[in-house]
């Protein structure tokens, strides 16, 4: 008795078809206290040289690690530790910061959306952004402290001025590369203005948004220091300048660490809301890398 070949798998008839190989099963990634010494490798490598090297330091400028840390408790805190410095420059100066690169991420993606989704509006402002883009904000220090003088209001405008653009423009490119097919998929079914542009070009260009906003978080902490440098009367720029000026230079390290650590922190915290931002797309990313 001949069996006849089935068509779909190449088999004989009546015979079971070869199973498909198993899949590789993917590689765990690595465990959470791996990435932990990792991340940690580095600057407790950097900290130990440090160390090591600054020891019994004599040159009044460059003074050991030892003794900048010795300084650290009565330059930021008082006798009885409440902090007396952390609240007078340096919860001030994260106000600041806070505030205009808020102010900078608001208006960055609005007009962004605004300018990346109308090619008549882009080519119009493009040769101005391309200008204003140029101006350092620093260059507008001098000229700010004329109409706002050296209040908050100066320092958190040339902060979100600095902010503004890295995310100005990493919002315009990222609505320009949303994928044409969607775009003409949610005019067929004739999606609302909002919904377009909440499920469509906002979420298509929120990996670069974050780019942006990342980038921007960096300039803004510059800008910070720069701004309270120029003319404050707190702020950690400001209490940095005054130890240099009175030759307090373990206390001025003790600052630039401090403003280190600052970034670190607020780091981390963009971090966790850049995870939560783009769960789907580092999901997406994810899924298309096990498939492959």
Known sequence: MTTT???????????????????????????????????LALPIALIAAWWFLSAGSTNPFFPSLERIISEFRPTWLDERGTGRRIFTDVIPSVERLLIGYGFAVVVGILLGMMIGS?????????????FFRAIPPPVLVPVLMLFLGIRDPMKIFVIAMGCMWPILLNTIEGVRGVDELLRDTSRVYRLRPQTRIATLLLRGASPQIMAG???????????????????ANNGLGFTIVQFQRSFAIPQMWTGIILLGVVGVILSLIFRVVEHFVLSWYTGLRRAQRGGN
């Open 5 to 39: 070949p089935d068509v779909s798998t190449g088999a004989p008839m009546g015979a079971s078809a070869p199973t498909p190989p198993a899949r590789r099963r993917k590689k765990k990634g690595r465990p959470l206290w791996l990435k932990i010494v990792i991340a």
């Open 118 to 130: 109308s090619p008549r509006l882009r080519a119009f402002l493009e040769p101005t952004l391309e």
């Open 213 to 231: 906003a990342r980038q921007a978080l960096s300039i803004g902490i510059i800008l910070m220091v720069i701004s309270e440098m120029f003319a």
